[in-house]
């Protein structure tokens, strides 16, 4: 954006304060404040004292944080679903920056397979509330991260591991918009990639240096683990690809990766494509993509047989018999055409293109055909 | 140029799986004897394409020198075909119109050479060899299409003819191979879809038209309709058995090598190509390397990826058949050759998808070593075999092909040859 904005960056409990902490480091400008909330017995061990304000998570807490919206231009939001605590400090927070008329930007963590159907369902119905006061709701399932760790990781270091990434995820996404580009992108088409009725975004993130950066940074973005799943490519209709590059990087790198990039992509697809440089890069190239998926309108018609059973149910309706439930469509991250994703040993050759599918990545990954692979 | 009489003829091609070397025979009833063979595993054949020279070449040096030793026969003296695939050939159709000059306006066969021989000035590309051309069809004044127009009444003849055709740089490169082993370029080329239909058509089949042939290799699935005018549509993509083990692979993490046992044992596993979509009441215990130990997995799910793989092959070739306007001409059989032919449940497969006869393909009129009759992934080289023989008997001009309404398309042929022979 020409006229940066100000921009504050909130956590909500305790995963997305620990994100938001992360971030911090990243975006070290007076234009960017940051905020937590959380519980109070959880702000006391949390220091924030050269970083940004605590709300504590108690009465009233949002007429407080309300005053420290006055003059923002953006708010971002960082945190986990499947607890109580952030999904509520959400809802506060994205109707006082409604008051405002503040576009809102959430990422939100999926839940980990393990820690239960409970969890799972209470995302599931957080996500729905998001998705209509979030202006770009961007959702990263853990359990994709999971998948990437060793065998042997404990589960505190996954949860660690897992906002760490979500942090880099949020930072190269935001930093383009928040800067002067050498192509310029703005906030708007982030907004417009999001606008669609139960759109789901997905993320990928690639980083190269030397020589081979772009290449590099193509292989890792293909490699990125909330793209790791299923679904027919045809299914994305739009893309907004974010490039870093180092202050050394040279006229060649750029266009080099310009032209990777728009190649990684179905003619069809619509593509934004921003570039800048990032002082924080020391060498090489960063790619983030941004990639939507338009879902399947869900059923608003209840099962007559099965009334509600609370009243968290009536924002929330019971999927029709064969529909996948909404925690499971939202876990279902769909993947693009980027050329050199899951194919395997055909990673390095010339592909064999059919009806702009790529015929080497496998057919029910294409097709999003789930096998049971267990 | 060796004299027919007496010649051995040989096919090499560079698969993606191996690369195999065919000596044979032809008797005076035209009965093919096969004398020596070799097979080589491909190492770096990818796509139908060769991707290090130097390790090709032993491997084809290795192959060519067992089956001189089998044959007895030195292959320098032998007609030498190269069998070739991959994504620099293209097909492409093109026509022509003459006008019917004679008086009584009916077709002749100096018609149909000249209808054919301005069809082919039209697509003559500088970075292009003609490999093989055929007739498709030829449609008269009235608009009818007819196979075979000689002696019927029209004021215009068109021509409608499939055109093969090469990348010369990427040509180059098998054909340099061969120059470096044995010392001379081959005599002759050969696209595999070509080659299918004079492996296992008799002339009794050709005459039924509408014969479709699909080999199904590691690296490349070729596929052809045939009629009694020649080869009416040819076609390739690379994608084959490499794709299937690939898929595999990704589905349930098993190292490629792996992956391809696994597709390779699909007989003894009892699996099939179509899935019994039974859950998990059948599992199979899956190597994963040396010191692991075996994945148990739902033989359910490994049936599901690859048909889902060869459903889609199925479904591309039907779809590429209706686009070029072949669908509507294939009234046979369908044959399946290469090395996937004969995965359990394949013919069912093929079966389902595009709605014909499938069976296995049978060589024809061939005798040799079992192992080369039986095996559906000779079926290529040896119809290379043939189609080397059908170039050297029209540049010999003594074929009964030269003198009947298939020499204008096979005369092409011998256009082709004299082409290749100026590279």
Known sequence: MKDTPK????????????????????????????????????????????????????????????????????????????????????????????????????????????????????????????????????????????????????????????????????????????????????FENLTWLVDCKNATVSVGIGWGEGEDAVAEAVQQLSASPFLKHQTGISQADAAVVMVSMSMDATIGQLEGCLTAVKRLFSPHLKLEIGACQDETLAEGIRITALMRFPGRTPRRQQDASAPS?????????????????????????????????????????????????????????????????? | MPKKKDIPFASIEFGTHSIKVLIGEFSANDELTIIGRAETESLKVVKGEISNLGMVSEQLAQAIDQAQQMAGVDIQDAFITLVVSGTYISQSIVSADIAITSADKLVSQDDIDNAIRNARLKDASAKMDILNTSNRFYTLSDGRQVLDPIGLASHSLQTSLLLIQARKDRLRTPINLIRQCIGRDPNDITYVPMALGKACLSPEEVERNGQILIDLGAGVTSYALFTSAGCHTAGQFTVGFEQAANDLSIAFGLPIQYARNLLQSFESLKLSAISANDGRSRLIDVERGPGTLPRRIAASSVEQVIQLRFTELFQIIKERLQRDNAWQWATGTVRLSGGLASLPGMTALAHDILEHEVEIAVPFNVRGPSDVLSRPAFIAPIGALRCAKTALDIYNNQTEDASSKSSSATSNILGALRNFLNI
Request: charged fraction near 20%.
């Open chain 1, 7 to 186: 921009i504050m960056f909130i956590g909500l409990g305790h995963a997305g304060t620990k994100t938001m902490l992360t971030a911090a480091e990243q975006f070290n400008s007076p234009l960017y404040v940051f905020a937590a909330v959380d519980v109070p017995n959880e702000l006391i061990n949390l220091d924030m004292k050269d970083v940004g304000q605590t709300f504590p998570f108690e009465a009233g807490w949002e007429n407080t944080l309300e005053q420290s919206l006055t003059g923002l231009q953006l708010l971002v939001i960082f945190m986990g679903l499947g607890g109580k605590t952030a999904p509520e400090a959400a809802r506060a927070a994205i109707a006082k920056a409604a008051e405002k008329h503040l576009p809102v930007v959430t990422f939100a963590t999926l839940p980990f397979d393990f820690e239960g159907e409970q969890r799972r369902t209470a995302a599931s119905r957080a996500v729905t509330m998001l998705r209509k006061g979030s202006s770009a709701l961007i959702l990263l399932p853990n359990q994709l991260l999971f998948e990437q760790f060793p065998d042997n990781t404990n589960v505190l270091a996954a949860f660690e591991r897992a906002d760490t990434w979500i942090a880099e995820v949020a930072c190269s996404v935001l930093k383009p918009f928040t800067r002067s580009n050498i192509i310029n992108i703005r």
């Open chain 1, 309 to 374: 059973t609370s009243a968290a149910d009536e924002t929330h309706p019971a999927p029709a018999a064969d529909e996948p439930s909404e925690a499971e469509r939202q876990l279902l991250l769909p993947m693009t055409d980027i050329m050199e994703y899951k194919t395997g040993i055909f990673n390095k050759n010339e592909p064999t293109k059919h009806n702009f599918e790529n015929l080497d990545v496998p057919t029910f990954i294409r097709r999003n055909i789930h096998i049971d692979t267990n």
